[in-house]
T-cell receptor, first 119, second 109 residues
């Protein structure tokens, strides 16, 4: 199956600083990438959907100026948490989909997640 | 609006016992339903989808449109089935996935 990687897997930052999380599709071109937030033993909450080369679509209640998403290429999307605060501490998961119209291209492949801790 | 409900947050069974993880959904059209599994310290992965009508690792799930349910079943649970299971819904092939709250399945020896 297709592989999605995330970097870093774990990051600690101080309150007020910004942190960038990368999501890469390793063996396919991802026309669409999704960013989720997961609280311990809870559901995945979709934050935003990004299509390559266009602005991300944010879910209701998600601050676009705080969670900056860039999908500049077909294999890379980044999520930048700006001016992070302790309440932003969470597990962030990205997912990628190729959408070429062939076979299981509509399937979403998930990254391993990034644990963000803001002190 | 689309919504997925998994009423059981925790489910414990003994090895060899049947297991059923419940999932109900709300959607006005004809959705695609999925079950995802997340083993300890691993990423989320697709277990099965209703359109495939397949059995994966002994698990099956039937879409019941009348009851708007998509329960996951396995006749004989194994210890390695212990994981977090998420039911998910997608309105269209290009639509976004909506996840249920998840059910933690623990299979005791």
């Amino acid at each position: 199956g297709a592989v999605v990687s995330q970097h870093p897997s774990w990051v600690i930052c101080k309150s007020g600083t910004s942190v960038k999380i990368e999501c890469r599709s390793l063996d396919f071109q991802a026309t669409t990438m999704f960013w989720y937030r997961q609280f311990p033993k809870q559901s995945l909450m979709l934050m935003a959907t990004s299509n390559e080369g266009s602005k991300a679509t944010y879910e209701q209640g998600v601050e676009k100026d705080k969670f900056l998403i860039n999908h500049a290429s077909l294999t890379l999307s980044t999520l930048t948490v700006t001016s992070a605060h302790p309440e932003d501490s969470s597990f962030y998961i990205c997912s990628a989909r190729s959408g070429t119209g062939r076979g299981d291209s509509y399937e979403q492949y998930f990254g391993p997640g990034t644990r963000l801790t803001v002190t | 609006a689309q919504r997925v409900t998994q009423p059981e947050k925790l489910l414990s069974v003994f090895k060899g016992a049947p297991v059923e993880l419940k999932c109900n959904y709300s959607y006005s059209g004809s959705p695609e339903l999925f079950w995802y599994v997340q083993y300890s310290r691993q990423r989320l992965q697709l277990l099965l989808r209703h359109i495939s009508r397949e059995s994966i690792k002994g698990f099956t799930a039937d879409l019941n449109k009348g009851e708007t349910s998509f329960h996951l079943k396995k006749p004989f649970a194994q210890e390695e089935d212990s994981a977090m299971y998420y039911c998910a819904l997608r309105g269209t092939s290009y639509g976004k996935l909506t996840f249920g709250q998840g059910t933690i399945l623990t299979v005791h020896p």
